[in-house]
Every structure is written in C-alpha cells, then in structure tokens.
C-alpha cells in the first residue's frame, strides 16, 4: 500500500508538469476561456487529487 503522503505528493507535481509545460496553452489558443487543470495519483484504493482551475 502506498504512504498517503507520497501519493499526495505525486498529484502535486503532476499538477506542477500541466503548469511547467503549459498543457493548456493550445485550448487558450482555440478560445477556452476556462481551465480546469487536475492532476491524479493513486496507490491500490488510496487517490490524491490536486487542482486549480483558470
């Protein structure tokens, strides 16, 4: 089983990879005025979840 910390952790820098390598700039780009970014992890049945939303 994963440490809740460590999983925690993850969807925090998966969420830092969508900002870093601006995931979202092409929707920008096409007129999506809204962002909503997520970024996920999970370890057997434990989930972390991060967001923010533009």
């Known amino acids: ?9 993850k969807a925090k820098e998966a969420l830092t990879q969508i ?6 700039t092409s929707m920008k780009n096409n007129g999506v005025s809204k962002v909503i970014k997520i970024g ?3 370890s ?10 533009e």
């Open 1 to 9: 089983m994963g440490d809740k910390n460590s999983i925690e952790e």
């Open 19 to 24: 900002n870093e390598k601006k995931y979202d």
């Open 40 to 42: 996920m992890a999970f």
């Open 44 to 53: 057997g049945k434990d989930v972390a979840i991060e967001s923010e939303v």
